[in-house]
Nanobody
Framework: QVQLVESGGGLVQAGGSLRLSCAAS????????MGWFRQAPGKEREFVAA????????VYADSVKGRFTISRDNAKYTVDLQMNSLRPEDTAVYFC?????????????????WGQGTQVTVSS
């Protein structure tokens, strides 16, 4: 079993920045990709960004392109999400996830491991 532990959430004013980090517990696990999803109250969990573990290829939801940057550190088994120019609509619980294959990367149901989530609140 792989445990993912997120950190770095909090409260920030609109226009501010936050950096989320996710650490994987099992160092022998090599994912195909790691990523971030978010879930706002009353809404479905949605894809935010993902990065492939070997090549570092990235993909983003349209709503965060140009504002969020995903990165990974293979040696530390961590993946970070740098969030700039935050908006009130970015308020959500953010979940780290890991995936064993490259199929359905935008689909929540196709990800294999999940963290517990970290709250991000953006005030207007």
């Amino acid at each position: 079993q792989v445990q993912l532990v997120e950190s770095g959430g909090g409260l920030v004013q609109a226009g501010g920045s936050l950096r989320l980090s996710c650490a994987a517990s099992r160092r022998t696990f090599i994912p195909y990709a790691m990523g971030w999803f978010r879930q706002a109250p009353g809404k479905e969990r949605e894809f935010v960004a993902a990065i492939t573990w070997s090549g570092g290829n990235t993909v983003y939801a349209d709503s965060v392109k140009g504002r969020f940057t995903i990165s990974r550190d293979n040696a530390k088994y961590t993946v970070d999400l740098q969030m700039n120019s935050l908006r009130p609509e970015d308020t959500a619980v953010y979940f780290c996830a890991a995936k064993k294959d490259g199929i359905g990367i935008f689909s929540r149901a196709r990800w294999d491991y999940w963290g517990q989530g970290t709250q991000v609140t953006v005030s207007s």
